[in-house]
C-alpha cells in the first residue's frame, strides 16, 4: 500500500515564526501536492510538484514556499506564520494526473 | 475553468436504506471524476473513479457512482447504509483536455449521517 507520512499531526506555533511541514511517500510517485482544509470551503491547492526541484502554484501560494529536493519529500513553508494559517494542512501524492491522490493524515496547524 | 459542487453540506439517512451524496461538475472537456471519504482528523481516502468507459463505476466498502454526462452529475450511492459510513465525502474533478498540469478541484464536501 502507498503510504504518504506527514511529520506531525498536531502543531502549535507563534505568529512570526518559520513554520516546516514535511511530507514523505513511500511509492515513487512523481506528483505531490499540499492542501489546505477549511470547514466550509473544502480543499485548497497550495502547491504542487511533479518532479524534483520542480513546483508549481496553486490556487492559494501566498505565504507559503515548497521544497522538493528528494522525490520522496515534499516540504511546505511558512515564512512568517500568521493566525489566518490556522488551518489542518493535507499532503497528497498520486503517480499520474489521471490516478488517484493518496494523501497523509493531515497536521493541524494553529498559530497564535 | 473547472469546478465542481456539492449541494448538501449534510445528508441523513437511517442505517439500512439507500444512501446518495450529489456532485456535480463543470469543465470544458471530458472530466475525470473522483470520490473521496474522510474520517474525524484523517486524512482523505480513494473510494472511487471514472475515466472512461462504464456509467456506474463500483468503488471501496459498497460504494458506487453514476456518471451522467446530460446532467453533469456524478453522485455517490449505496444501496444499504451502515453506522461506519458517517463521515465526510468530497468529489473531485480534473480536466484532462484543460491544458498544462491537470490539478483537481475539489468540491467542499457533504457530511454523510448514518442514524442507528
Known amino acids: 500500500d502507498v503510504k504518504v507520512t506527514q511529520s506531525s499531526r498536531y502543531l502549535v506555533k507563534r505568529t512570526g515564526e518559520k513554520v516546516f511541514l514535511e511530507c514523505v511517500q513511500d511509492?515513487?510517485?512523481?506528483?505531490m501536492f499540499w492542501y489546505r482544509q477549511d470547514p466550509g470551503l473544502g480543499l485548497r491547492l497550495i502547491y504542487f510538484s511533479y518532479d524534483v526541484k520542480m513546483k508549481e502554484k496553486g490556487d492559494i501560494p501566498e505565504g507559503y514556499s515548497v521544497s522538493r529536493e528528494k522525490k520522496e519529500r515534499f516540504s511546505l513553508i511558512l515564512e512568517s506564520a500568521s493566525t489566518n494559517q490556522t488551518s489542518m494542512y493535507l499532503c497528497?501524492?498520486?503517480?499520474?494526473?489521471?490516478?488517484?491522490?493518496?494523501f497523509g493524515q493531515g497536521t493541524r496547524l494553529t498559530v497564535v | 475553468a473547472q469546478s465542481v459542487a456539492q449541494p448538501e453540506d449534510q445528508v441523513n439517512v437511517a442505517e439500512g436504506n439507500p444512501l446518495t451524496v450529489k456532485c456535480t461538475y463543470s469543465v470544458s472537456g471530458n472530466p475525470y471524476l473522483f470520490w473521496y471519504v474522510q474520517y474525524p482528523n484523517r486524512g482523505l481516502q480513494f473510494l472511487l473513479k471514472?475515466?472512461?468507459?462504464?456509467?456506474l463505476v463500483k468503488g471501496s466498502y459498497g460504494f458506487e457512482a453514476e456518471f451522467n454526462k446530460s446532467q453533469t452529475s456524478f453522485h455517490l450511492k449505496k444501496p444499504s447504509a451502515l453506522v461506519s459510513d458517517s463521515a465526510l465525502y468530497f468529489c473531485a474533478v480534473r480536466d484532462p483536455d484543460s491544458g498544462g498540469y491537470q490539478k483537481v478541484t475539489f468540491g467542499t464536501g457533504t457530511k454523510l449521517q448514518v442514524i442507528p
Open positions: 471514472y475515466i472512461t468507459g462504464d456509467n
Open positions: 497528497a501524492s498520486s503517480l499520474l494526473p489521471r490516478t488517484e491522490a493518496f
Open positions: 511509492m515513487d510517485h512523481e506528483n
